[in-house]
């Protein structure tokens, strides 16, 4: 975690760690794999390729996700009060302040993207801007906040490159590219097609872990985010009837705008989802109503009450 005043969160930090150990030490194993049955160079070139895919989605997070939420950067004079926001709770948490990003949609939500610290980005909506008070607004704002400081946005991004590889390997060996050197040498006896199949399940396994794992460390660390916002601001309050109001407004809005966003979901302070159902492995958050229970512990920790 990056030195600031957040509160530091051991738990995150040793998920995080042991995220990228468990994926890197699977996506080596696709390597070796490919090395056994594909033709010569192939294990090689996919390497490189999972590598080339982890650099540029960490060179290029913040601007990804801001292109793909149709975001535009701010200025202070054409967002005042949002600067004047986030200007104060760097400030507070002595971190630098991050690019300001605004998405015209009626969603209410937001998020922070980026490398590192000096390479960030948080956005918020306008359907955000007219829903919540000033106070609230302050509450997601330290809350995403926290995500840049704690690096955990860059790890999201970075894990996320071994199920994006896992299933290239996945299509290649379902039409039989990874086989076709090795099957020649095997006369009658299938030793390819076991090497294709043998492929393709590692790759399954790889991609269903990064699945889970990057399920598992999402969902944590929005309750780590919880947990350093509010205590950064020290109004959990303000932040549990922020995270109501978003949650409560995901009904009104039209369903288009929430298919648009749903690859977003990771991202997010609150999902784009009606009906919510989050007790699920799948699900990229914590309940709400465990996010609600840590911030009512958070304020009596503070002597404060909802």
């Known amino acids: 975690m990056a030195r600031t005043r957040f509160l530091p969160d051991t738990g995150l930090t040793v998920r995080m760690t042991t995220v990228m150990f468990l994926l890197g030490a699977a996506f080596v194993a696709v390597v070796v794999g490919l090395m056994y049955v594909a033709p010569p160079g192939w294990a090689v070139i996919i390497g490189l390729a999972g590598i080339g895919i982890a650099f540029y989605q960490w060179w290029n997070s913040d601007r990804a996700a801001l292109r793909a939420m149709n975001a535009r950067e701010v200025t202070p004079e054409q967002a005042p009060e949002l600067h004047g926001m986030i200007d104060r709770l760097c400030a507070m948490a002595d971190m630098p302040k991050p690019r300001v990003a605004i ?43 926290s995500h840049v400081a704690h690096r955990d946005v860059l790890v999201m991004t970075v894990a996320a490159s071994a199920g994006i590889v896992a299933g290239m390997v996945t299509r290649g060996a379902q039409f039989g590219m990874l086989g076709m050197g090795r099957s020649r040498n095997n006369d009658n006896n299938g030793g390819g097609a076991i090497g294709v199949v043998a492929v393709l399940v590692i790759s399954l396994v790889v991609y269903a872990i990064s699945f889970l794992l990057l399920r598992l460390l999402s969902r944590y660390r929005e309750l780590a985010a919880d947990r350093a916002g509010a205590y950064l601001t020290q109004k959990p309050n303000a932040l549990a009837n922020a995270l109501t109001k978003v949650s409560g407004q995901m009904n009104a809005v039209p369903e288009r705008d929430l298919r648009a966003a749903q690859p977003m979901n990771a991202l997010f302070i609150a999902p784009a989802i009606r009906g919510l159902t989050l007790g699920t492995l799948s699900a990229t958050h914590p309940p709400l109503e465990q996010r609600l229970d840590q911030l009512a512990k958070i304020a009596a920790n503070l002597g404060q009450t909802r």
């Open 103 to 145: 998405a015209d949609t009626p969603l209410p939500n937001a998020f922070a993207t980026g490398r590192s610290p000096s390479h960030s980005a948080v956005c918020v909506t306008t359907g955000i801007l007219q829903t919540l008070t000033a106070e609230e607004l302050e509450g997601v704002l330290a809350h995403e906040l």
